[in-house]
């Protein structure tokens, strides 16, 4: 085999070891793109279960202070509602935590 034969043999198992790497390359970052929007998802509903509870201090304060009533429970309309929105989104939360642990790196 001549000089330039091994040298053409050599380019042509480098060109197929990089598009091996390079479809590794590419699977890898589709699959840590998905784990990055599934923890950025999940970061975003607990911003939104935060802002859920201070709306339901508030209306409890509102409750006490404003319209002076003696007490307010999980059947006030107001704090019925926000526990139905609490309930939702920490139902979505476990859905997309249980998503992400079953989409383990690669």
Same mark, same amino acid.
């Given at each position: %085999?001549?000089?330039?034969? !091994? %040298?053409?043999?050599?380019?042509?198992? $480098?060109?197929?070891?990089? @598009?091996?790497?390079?479809? @590794?390359? $590419?699977?890898?970052?589709?699959?840590? $793109? *998905?784990?990055?929007?599934? %923890? =950025? *998802?999940?970061?975003?509903?607990? $911003?939104?279960?935060?802002?859920?509870?201070? +709306? %339901?201090?508030? *209306?409890?304060?509102?409750?006490?202070? /404003? !319209?002076?009533?003696?007490?307010?429970? +999980?059947?006030?309309? /107001?704090?019925?509602?926000? =526990?139905?929105?609490?309930?939702?989104?920490?139902?979505?939360?476990?859905?997309?935590?249980?998503?992400?642990?079953?989409?383990?790196?690669?």
């Amino acid at each position: %085999m001549s000089f330039s034969d !091994r %040298m053409k043999d050599l380019l042509d198992q $480098g060109w197929a070891v990089s @598009k091996e790497f390079a479809a @590794k390359a $590419g699977a890898k970052a589709q699959d840590l $793109g *998905e784990r990055g929007i599934l %923890m =950025l *998802e999940i970061k975003q509903l607990d $911003g939104q279960a935060q802002k859920l509870l201070g +709306r %339901m201090g508030n *209306e409890a304060y509102v409750a006490f202070v /404003e !319209r002076d009533q003696s007490s307010i429970d +999980r059947d006030t309309p /107001e704090i019925k509602a926000i =526990l139905q929105e609490l309930a939702i989104i920490r139902e979505t939360i476990e859905k997309k935590e249980i998503e992400l642990k079953n989409r383990k790196p690669t």
